[in-house]
């Protein structure tokens, strides 16, 4: 008999077919029992073929026209039961073994409602990889940037179903107010000092497109939860979005 899932993982998906398949095998290679639905937004790359290559092992699948990123994850996350959850985007990996670190971070810290650790930013365009900006948590650094990578995290599902998952209204920023939300309700997060996750840096993500968006929802985001935006928000988002613009021009020549 299988055993059963521990952990549910939302797949959000659309027109990445060429990044979905590193997603789901970098997922079923962990050796933790795992429950994967994935969302896939009506894509129209061969997204499906993909997906229909795993479909013996997925829990679920769809693939139509949704309400966006953070609507799909919730929709993937509530089909499931599994008393862990996270969601993995199609262009992200988990690193071998990082679901199991991160599971035993949660056992060891039973207030925490999540867990999170290292993850490795895969520069596409010249393969290189860097760590990500990542450290223990505090309320006072997260006010200053998401010190949160999404990719390396795990959620116990009471604490998720207890805030309600993400903020379907937000495009960009759903998972710094996610961590905001969950620190506010529950505790301090479990912070793993190991590479758990990979995030693939392409000129097509959402952050590198609709930087100036990514910036106003962080801060509106900062002033709601910590009371005010400290002046390094202020001074870095011209600079950012600048530089971020440029560089992606350049990359386009």
Not at 16 to 24: E, K, S, Y
Not at 108 to 117: F, S
Not at 228 to 239: E, G, I, M, T
Request: proline share 6%; aromatic share 12%.
């Amino acid at each position: 008999m299988a055993a059963l899932p521990v952990v549910t993982i939302a797949v959000p998906s659309y027109n990445q077919g060429r990044f979905l398949d590193a997603a789901l095998t970098s997922i079923f290679e962990q050796d933790v029992p795992v429950e994967v639905y994935v969302a896939d937004g009506g894509s129209t790359d061969d997204s499906v073929d993909v997906i229909r290559r795993y479909e013996g092992r997925l829990a679920g699948w769809r693939s139509h026209p949704d309400q966006g990123q953070a609507a799909a994850i919730n929709e993937g996350i509530a089909k499931g039961s599994a008393p862990y959850v996270a969601w993995l985007n199609s262009d992200d990996q988990l690193e071998p073994g990082g679901l199991k670190r991160l599971l035993h971070a949660l056992e060891q810290a039973p207030k925490a409602p999540v867990a999170y650790g290292k993850v490795w930013n895969y520069i596409e365009s010249n393969g290189s990889k860097k760590p990500i900006w990542v450290e223990p948590f505090s309320e006072r650094r997260l006010a200053l940037r998401c010190i949160v990578s999404q990719p390396g995290t795990l959620m116990r599902r009471a604490a998720w179903d207890a805030v309600s998952g993400l903020d379907g209204s937000l495009r960009m920023a759903m998972d710094y107010d996610l961590w905001w939300r969950l620190y506010r309700e529950f505790a301090p997060f479990a912070f793993v000092d190991e590479f758990v996750a990979v995030n693939r840096d392409h000129l097509e993500t959402k952050t590198n497109t609709q930087r100036v968006l990514h910036y106003r929802e962080a801060m509106a985001i900062v002033r709601k939860y910590h009371g005010r935006v400290p002046l390094k928000w202020w001074l870095a988002q011209p600079y950012a979005v600048w530089l971020k613009a440029l560089t992606n021009r350049v990359k386009q020549t």
